[in-house]
């Protein structure tokens, strides 16, 4: 065969298989508009039909366009469904029921998948924690915490409880298997400012101390950036301080440093603090230098 007819019968196939590409992708958008139509179709033909896709030879997209559809119907059979699936399923399949449980779960099925989260591998676990993040079940999260077997699995749970908002059962935790990096981590996630000014004044533990000032900085607003200047000016070492800074950095709260680089005189202190305004691109830092340079304050 010659070299030119070598490249037209490469070419020839290269059109075929991008023909077929084209082909499969028109099919796969059809099946899913047709899925996605069963959402106003009565609920038990929209069932039916989902379920016969789940068991069918469809990608894992339409399937998981199915999984959506059942996660709708407000019948026990659809729930068990995705029960079913959620337990037997195969890869991303399994993990995306769990995941649909979350979204129209009833009280039953989402108890049930606490027994799944027990000695399973990781994916199953997020895949739970996601299903109960989804529903808002924050006291499933809880328990999940309490017991929790290890460090991993603990800060995993904490973190969800941190995206919900969950201030109460976090604050709980506190008292019940005391306090971690990853439960101050979650106070800042749930803007919880009062909690981390109690853990932030506390100096019986100066790392921990350390870590919740530096959590003030992300929850930010008020009452956290005048504890952070608080806190610097009555700071008992050089770390807290610097803690104390970082957070105000973190926040923004280039006024509070502004104010304690007017009211110093230590000049290693306000150098410090000039550094940091100007990280903080302070409108009135430019000013400072001039006077600065100037020989005054």
Same mark, same amino acid.
């Given at each position: 065969m /010659? &070299?030119?007819?070598?490249?037209s019968v490469t070419l020839l196939l290269l059109a075929f298989s991008a023909q077929a590409i084209a082909q499969t992708d028109d099919n796969e958008e059809l099946k899913i508009a047709a899925l996605e139509a069963l959402i106003s179709a009565p609920p038990e033909r929209a069932m039916t039909v989902a379920g016969r896709v789940l068991t069918g030879e469809h990608s894992d997209?339409?399937?998981? &366009?199915a999984l959506f559809i059942l996660s709708q119907i407000d019948l026990p059979e659809a729930q068990q469904i995705l029960l079913d699936t959620a337990r037997n399923g195969e890869g991303e399949i399994r993990l995306e029921a769990i995941r649909m449980i979350g979204i129209g779960g009833n009280e039953e099925t989402l108890a049930s998948l606490a027994t799944m989260y027990s000695d399973?591998?990781?994916?199953? &676990? +997020?895949a739970v924690l996601e299903a109960y993040l989804i529903a808002g079940d924050t006291e499933s999260v809880l328990r999940l915490a309490e017991s929790a077997t290890t460090e991993d699995e603990f800060e995993a749970a904490v973190e969800i409880l941190g995206a919900m908002g969950a201030r109460d059962e976090l604050r709980s935790l506190r008292s019940r298997v005391g @306090?971690?990096?990853?439960?101050?981590? =979650?106070?800042? %996630?749930? $803007?919880?400012?009062? /909690?981390?000014?109690? %853990?932030?004044?506390?100096?019986?533990d100066p790392e921990q101390q350390a870590e919740a000032i530096e959590a003030l900085g992300i929850v930010g607003g008020d009452d956290a950036d005048n =504890?952070?200047? $608080?806190?610097? &000016?009555?700071a008992a070492s050089d770390d807290i301080r610097e803690a104390?800074?970082? $957070? @105000?950095? %973190?926040? $923004?709260? +280039?006024a509070g440093v502004l104010e304690l680089y007017r009211s110093s005189g230590n000049d290693a202190e306000k150098k410090e603090l000039l550094e940091y305004l100007v990280i903080m691109g302070s409108d009135e830092v430019w000013d400072? %230098?001039?006077?600065a340079l100037d020989g005054g304050l």
């Open positions: /010659t &070299r030119f007819a070598k490249l997209e339409v399937k998981e &366009r399973s591998d990781e994916d199953t &676990r +997020d @306090m971690s990096e990853s439960l101050i981590e =979650a106070y800042a %996630i749930s $803007g919880d400012s009062e /909690t981390l000014i109690e %853990i932030a004044s506390d100096n019986s =504890a952070l200047l $608080g806190i610097y &000016r009555n104390a800074l970082d $957070g @105000m950095l %973190i926040s $923004g709260h +280039d400072l %230098i001039d006077a």
